[in-house]
Nanobody, 124 residues
Framework: QVQLVESGGGLAQPGGSLRLSCAASGFVFSRYAMSWARRAPGEGLEWVAGIDSDGSATYYPDFAKGRFTISRDNAKNTVYLHMDNLKPEDTRMYYC?????????????????WGQGTQATVTS
């Protein structure tokens, strides 16, 4: 069955970096777009980044532009989120998600599977 397993979260100082990984299995990874989203306790889900199936297109909301980079290695069935210049407000649980097709989507219903999440905490 489809599995998405995030890792790489942890503690970082403001201005620091973290690299999150999402290892995928149970489907043909190279055929599907992938995205990262995040949520703080009591808040809604917020898109962080998306990448299409072959990595040729990416999406970032304004808060992530210039600080976050999404990438994928289709040979390793893994999608990454590199976060630089971290801020305390980046403290969230981060989730990766598998799209229903090869395109980047921003609608929740167009994602078929989600990982369990990895916590990133930015504090001095």
């Amino acid at each position: 069955q489809v599995q998405l397993v995030e890792s790489g979260g942890g503690l970082a100082q403001p201005g620091g970096s973290l690299r999150l990984s999402c290892a995928a299995s149970g489907f043909v990874f190279s055929r599907y777009a992938m995205s990262w989203a995040r949520r703080a306790p009591g808040e809604g889900l917020e898109w962080v980044a998306g990448i299409d199936s072959d990595g040729s297109a990416t999406y970032y909301p304004d808060f992530a532009k210039g600080r976050f980079t999404i990438s994928r290695d289709n040979a390793k069935n893994t999608v990454y989120l590199h976060m630089d210049n971290l801020k305390p407000e980046d403290t969230r649980m981060y989730y990766c998600a598998k799209s229903l097709d090869e395109h980047i989507n921003l609608e929740l219903y167009k994602y078929s599977h989600w990982g369990q999440g990895t916590q990133a905490t930015v504090t001095s």
